[in-house]
């Protein structure tokens, strides 16, 4: 069993145009751990995902994977899939499903035939085998464009899994989704965690009724710190809640495995 952390982060810090975004933030993640984050707007959610992901190099702190100090930010990103809104945006309106997974293997935005990167037949069909393994190979020759945005987070999961990442980052996956789509998707997720070869999940999130049954871990954010993080059910509290976002909360309710907030009156 491995017990080395996938990835290990070290008194990180991160400071941009003289603004402390992160502060002393030590955490780290096994295989198999599924996390999720929480925080207000501004408190450093997604800054830290970045660092943990290799999109961004920390001012302070170091960074190891699987033991080791990170000297490489390439080889981090090359076995971490990161899925944000951003990624969205870029994925051409009029290309397939099937195209869209293939370019993850060339880690393209839109999927290119050019000289050194055209893909193979055999690119095609280990993206239909990903769509088929995520059971989504219904959508193959649908246009991405038309895609439920529940959709979109599921064929770019299948994108990702080209690259073979050890990481999947989900950075506010469900915003922007009707309730139903959103149930769908989550849905979709939960399954997907009960499979041990799935990669290890950490997901942001604004909403502790997103953290699926999996998410057996969650870290709270606040003003570049961590206020808070452990097991699922000795974090997510009313209290912590409270704590974090500085509003009452009258109590949580549990249903299907899932917690439901149900807030106070605001001052």
């Known amino acids: 069993m491995q017990t080395t952390p996938l990835f290990e982060l070290d008194t990180v810090g991160y400071v941009q145009q003289g603004v402390s975004i992160l502060c002393g933030i030590s955490w780290s993640a096994q295989a198999g751990q ?33 033991g080791q100090e990170l000297l490489d930010l390439y080889s981090l990103r090359l076995s971490t899939g990161w ?7 870029q994925i051409p309106s009029t290309e397939t499903a099937l195209e869209t997974v293939v370019s993850g293997k060339f880690a393209q935005f839109g999927l290119r035939r050019l000289q050194s990167t055209t893909p193979t037949s055999d690119d095609f069909e280990r ?42 980052m989900l950075d506010e996956p469900c915003a922007g989704m009707d309730p139903a789509v959103r149930e769908r998707f989550l849905a979709w997720l939960a399954k997907r965690l009960d499979d041990p070869k799935f990669p ?13 049954p999996g998410m057996r871990q969650a870290l709270f954010m606040k003003q570049g710190r961590i206020h808070r993080a452990g ?32 807030w106070g009156e605001a001052s």
Request: net charge neutral; charged share 20%; with cysteine.
């Open 34 to 66: 599924h996390w999720a984050l929480l925080g207000p707007n501004g408190s450093g959610k997604s800054t830290l995902l970045k660092i943990a992901a290799g999109y961004l190099w920390p001012t302070s702190g170091k960074v190891l994977r699987l």
């Open 83 to 89: 899925i944000s809104a951003d990624i969205v945006a």
């Open 127 to 168: 993206a239909a085998i990903e769509l088929t393994r995520l059971e989504c190979q219904g959508l193959a020759q649908r246009r991405f464009g038309v895609l439920s945005q529940g959709e979109r987070q599921q064929v770019l999961i299948a994108r990702t899994r080209m690259a073979g990442p050890s990481l999947l």
């Open 200 to 212: 290890t999940v950490l997901m942001a999130t604004h909403h502790i009724e997103e953290i699926v």
């Open 231 to 262: 097991a699922t059910d000795e974090v997510v509290t009313a209290a912590t809640m409270e704590e974090v976002y500085d509003l009452p909360v009258a109590r949580i309710e549990r249903c299907g495995g899932r917690n439901w907030p149900i």
